[in-house]
């Protein structure tokens, strides 16, 4: 078992930052992705980014050039840093961490998930 724990959401302003990191306890060997997915009220789950212990990293569309995910050198924290936050990233944000090599979009291939962290962005 993988526990998750995130930490860092909050409320800004549009154009502001924030930095969501998720600390993984447990047997964490067991995992080789960990990645940020995200869920507004209506509106259905969605990647964020992701990284895995190779390197390899994956941004949405949407948040290119704006969000930039990091691991720390244990492979067991996963930080968000978000700058020139919009009000559509308003959102319940979740840590994921799966051991997979599908796609990377796909949520139901992480096998664990943190309880969430509330981003709000106030325009």
């Known amino acids: 078992q993988v526990q998750l724990v995130e930490s860092g959401g909050g409320s800004v302003q549009a154009g502001g930052s924030l930095r969501l990191s998720c600390a993984a306890s447990g047997s964490t060997g067991s995992v080789n992705r960990m990645g940020w997915f995200r869920q507004a009220p209506g509106k259905q789950r969605e990647v964020v980014a992701a990284i895995s212990t190779g390197g390899g990293e994956y941004y949405a569309d949407s948040v290119k050039g704006r969000f930039t995910i990091s691991q720390d050198n244990a492979k067991t924290t996963v930080s968000l840093q978000m700058h020139s936050l919009e009000p559509g990233d308003t959102a319940m944000y979740y840590c994921?961490?799966?051991?997979?090599?599908?796609?990377?979009?796909?949520?139901?291939?992480?096998?664990?998930w943190g309880q969430g962290t509330q981003v709000t962005v106030s325009s």
């Open positions: 994921a961490a799966g051991w997979t090599y599908g796609a990377w979009y796909r949520g139901d291939d992480y096998r664990y």
